[in-house]
């Protein structure tokens, strides 16, 4: 079975960091790029950031880049999203997906698979 188990998630105060992990199991991790995603409160999911399947390229919406940096190891099949600099508005429930498609996968369009999600909450 597809696993993409989140965590890391916590409360933290405006300007602190977290860390989320995401295990991967199930399927061929280096075959896909796999995302972060966020969704706030009354909000509509969105892209946070995601690693390709070819050559590991990255990319970070507008609101991340510069305070969180993806990366993966494939030995571990486990995928992080080191976040700093936290903000309020960066309160969501953060969830690890996998897309085959490298295009659709950085373009946020389409993705196969995905894990039940981490809560991230910053105090101001």
């Known amino acids: 079975d597809v696993q993409l188990q989140a965590s890391g998630g916590g409360l933290v105060q405006t300007g602190g960091s977290l860390r989320l992990s995401c295990a991967a199991s199930g399927f061929t991790f280096d075959d896909y790029t796999i995302g972060w995603f966020r969704q706030a409160p009354g909000k509509k999911r969105e892209g946070v950031s995601c690693i390709t399947n070819s050559g590991g390229v990255t990319y970070y919406a507008d609101s991340v880049k510069g305070r969180f940096t993806i990366s993966s190891v494939s030995a571990n099949k486990t995928l992080y999203l080191q976040m700093n600099n936290l903000k309020p508005e960066d309160t969501a429930v953060y969830y690890c997906?996998?897309?085959?498609?490298?295009?659709?996968?950085?373009?946020?369009?389409?993705?196969?698979?995905w894990g039940q999600g981490t809560l991230v909450t910053v105090s101001s």
């Open positions: 997906a996998a897309s085959y498609s490298d295009y659709r996968g950085r373009n946020w369009d389409h993705y196969d698979y």
